[in-house]
């Protein structure tokens, strides 16, 4: 959605699509990485433990991080893997924002609700809740917002082209 370009990140009905941290150079100056989703897939224990070992190195040792962009599905009430992940996040002095995805699918009321549910979860370990988008990939709600928080947070951001890197 950010970059516009359809089919660039894999996706997939069947969650565990992701299985490799893929870097995306925009502009020639800053990467989107995608990593593999922490949360329900159709895979071994011991292959998801191997992504979560994995992701957690790559965040916790990646000196050029600037954000991690925490996707959580809009639809659903507050996830204790969603939780546990903003925790792990917190207590490792890693910045980062929650994108709320899919709002499309349902009303905003509904979404408005179970974000609200998720901030008081979170303040139940946080002084205060971290940022947030609502987004949907149909609509590209929230595509500006986060482009913008990006050209924030990058000085030499620029509206995103794209290269794909593996």
Same mark, same amino acid.
């Given at each position: 959605?950010?970059?516009?370009?359809?089919? @660039?990140?894999?996706?997939?009905?069947?969650?565990?699509?992701?299985?490799?941290? +893929?870097? !995306?150079?925009? +502009?020639? +100056?800053?990467?989107?990485? %995608?990593? $593999?989703?922490?949360?329900?897939?159709? #895979?071994?224990?011991?292959?998801? =433990?191997?992504? &979560?070992?994995?992701?957690?190195?790559?965040?916790?040792?990646? /000196? =050029?991080?600037?954000?991690?962009?925490?996707?959580? &599905? =809009?639809?659903?009430?507050?996830?204790?893997? &969603?939780?546990? !992940?903003? +925790?792990?996040?917190?207590?490792?002095? @890693? *910045?980062?924002?929650?994108? !709320?995805?899919? #709002? %499309?699918?349902? *009303?905003?009321?509904?979404? %408005?609700?179970?974000?609200?549910?998720?901030?008081?979860?979170?303040?139940?370990?946080?002084?205060?809740? $971290?940022?947030?988008?609502?987004?949907?990939?149909?609509?590209?709600?929230?595509? &500006?917002?986060? @482009?913008?928080?990006?050209?924030?947070?990058?000085?030499? !951001?620029?509206? $995103?082209?794209?290269? /794909?890197?593996?």
């Amino acid at each position: 959605m950010l970059v516009q370009k359809k089919g @660039l990140a894999k996706t997939s009905q069947t969650p565990g699509k992701t299985q490799l941290i +893929n870097h !995306f150079l925009v +502009n020639d +100056n800053w990467y989107i990485v %995608d990593l $593999p989703g922490y949360g329900y897939a159709r #895979a071994s224990k011991s292959k998801k =433990s191997e992504w &979560d070992k994995f992701i957690h190195t790559y965040l916790d040792k990646r /000196e =050029s991080l600037q954000c991690v962009m925490v996707l959580i &599905d =809009s639809r659903l009430e507050p996830q204790k893997i &969603d939780l546990e !992940f903003c +925790n792990w996040l917190g207590e490792k002095g @890693l *910045s980062f924002m929650l994108v !709320f995805t899919k #709002a %499309d699918k349902q *009303s905003s009321i509904k979404t %408005d609700q179970n974000i609200a549910k998720f901030k008081k979860a979170v303040l139940a370990t946080f002084e205060e809740a $971290p940022g947030y988008f609502v987004t949907s990939s149909e609509t590209m709600l929230g595509r &500006d917002e986060i @482009l913008g928080f990006i050209g924030g947070v990058n000085r030499e !951001f620029v509206v $995103p082209e794209f290269t /794909e890197r593996n």
